[in-house]
């Protein structure tokens, strides 16, 4: 054996993938990437990625599982969450007694929630106040156009769907900053205390209402509002809504072959898992995608991964089919499917270049992640982390390792930990992002498709 067979059968050279891909390929991805574009322009919230997910799975045939429901190979039922996170599943030919395939995502993203006393008018300019979701640079979102999604649920129990600063002809939302010429202060201050949480104030309008008092723009925005959407100022004690970036996923670069978006993370990952649910046919194992809210946040909640909405929906499908659940998670795998952060040669000093994840080697494939010490970590056994490289290789799914920056430089998590807490093996794996939890995020057309074909390969392992 030559030094090059020797290199070649020993060493491990990763190829980019565009090197590897068929044009029959490249034009099957940038048609899933048409499709995903178009999700992320509809769903900038988890209520409206929600929404899509349960329009689109009843277009194919899902429908909603009910306590008692007889289920057999080949069906395909689904659980809405309060309309906040969302478990589809398609049953498999063996009983769940021998274990599920699942994918788990999350629909949160970083973003500015409106506080419940909100609206206030100072100095004759109306504003919201807010509170940011996720952990934000806060700097990057001042001077940029904004946009209000959410709900009022007013008293009477009517739920009032809200969308502001989206349509090209509506107007848009902003928060300001200081002019650099008087910014010698605050151009001393650290990163994270240019911009403080309250600082984060969200232009509403400037144009008072005829009359007397100290309130008449403030009021002539409430009265905008109540014509609009019906609802008083009491209604915002009762509203979700959110300020996320406005505008539609673009694509990057002359040649196309990056997207740019608020949300990648963790929705290109989400879409991901949903599509490849969508096109298998029966499977061996039951297959199973979980679209979870709150991780961002911990994972808490009624609509986060830690609350025992699986075990509900996960029961239901056992008793149908006498099976215990806890045997079924036992015999079960996970791919916890969330982002990774793509090298960035501008930021290369925070990263360990032999292990970070690159734009364009295909889906990242993370041990563990945590902080530091591997604090907050699932930390997948050898075992797993094999059966993912065997499942991937003999899909032919482009592949590649991923660990989150240098061990100091800091951290983060997933919902891995969580499902790995109800005895199921999991593993993570998602999309490398460049200027992950930013305004606009930029990933990979390669790398989207490449964890939408992980995916499959996962669900009909």
């Known amino acids: 054996m030559n ?151 007013r008293k009477d129990g009517t739920v009032v769907t809200v969308n502001i600063g989206e349509d090209e002809n509506d107007p848009v939302l902003y928060v300001t900053d200081l002019l650099p010429h008087l910014a010698a202060d605050q151009m001393q201050k650290t990163g994270g205390q240019i911009i403080s949480g309250e600082m984060l104030n969200i232009v509403m309008g400037t144009e008072p209402l005829e009359g007397e008092g100290s309130d008449l723009v403030k009021l002539h925005i409430m009265k905008l509002l109540n014509e609009k959407y019906g609802v008083i100022e009491q209604d915002f004690l009762s509203a979700e809504l959110c300020i996320v970036p406005a505008g539609k996923c673009r694509e990057i670069g002359l040649d196309r072959s990056l997207i740019g978006a608020y949300g990648h993370d963790d929705r290109v990952c989400a879409y991901a898992e949903m599509e490849a649910l969508f096109n298998i046919d029966v499977p061996e194992k039951t297959a199973v995608c979980v679209l979870a809210d709150k991780e961002e946040i911990g994972s808490v909640g009624i609509s986060g991964m830690q609350s025992e909405v699986f075990e509900y929906f996960m029961g239901m499908l056992c008793d149908a089919q006498g099976v215990n659940m806890y045997h079924c998670f036992q015999n079960s795998f996970c791919l916890s499917a969330d982002v990774s952060n793509a090298h960035d040669p501008s930021f290369a000093e925070t990263e360990d270049r032999r292990n970070n994840s690159q734009l364009n080697y295909g889906v990242a494939i993370c041990k563990y992640t945590g902080s530091r010490g591997k604090g907050g970590a699932s930390d997948a056994s050898a075992e797993a982390m094999g059966h993912v490289r065997k499942t991937l290789d003999d899909a032919g799914v482009i592949w590649q390792i991923a660990t989150l920056g240098k061990v100091d430089q800091g951290g983060g998590g997933t919902v891995a930990a969580y499902m790995a807490n109800r005895n199921i093996v999991t593993v993570d794996a998602g999309v490398p992002v460049i200027a992950m939890h930013a305004p606009i995020e930029v990933v990979s057309k390669l790398d989207c498709y490449e964890t939408y074909l992980a995916c499959k390969a996962i669900y009909l392992a």
């Not at 491990?12 to 029959?24: D, P």
């Not at 906040?84 to 500015?112: E, T």
Request: aromatic share 10%; hydrophobic share 40%.
């Open 3 to 153: 030094i090059e067979e020797l290199r070649t059968s020993l060493l491990n050279t990763n190829k980019n993938g565009y090197t590897r891909i068929t044009a029959e390929q490249k034009a099957e991805m940038n048609t899933y990437c048409k499709g995903y574009m178009a999700f992320m322009d509809a769903a900038k919230t988890e209520r409206e990625a929600t929404t899509w997910a349960v329009q689109a799975a009843e277009a194919r045939g899902f429908v909603a599982l009910k306590p008692g429901m007889d289920v057999k190979p080949g069906d395909k039922v689904y659980l809405n969450n309060r309309d906040k996170s969302i478990i589809l599943a398609v049953v498999g030919k063996q009983p769940l007694s021998a274990g599920a395939n699942i994918c788990a995502a999350h629909v949160d993203s970083p973003r500015m929630d409106i506080k419940p006393n909100p609206l206030y008018e100072t100095d004759e300019i109306a504003y919201l106040k807010t509170h940011y979701y996720g952990g934000i640079k806060k700097y990057q979102w001042v001077t940029i156009p904004l946009a209000l999604h959410g709900v009022f649920c």
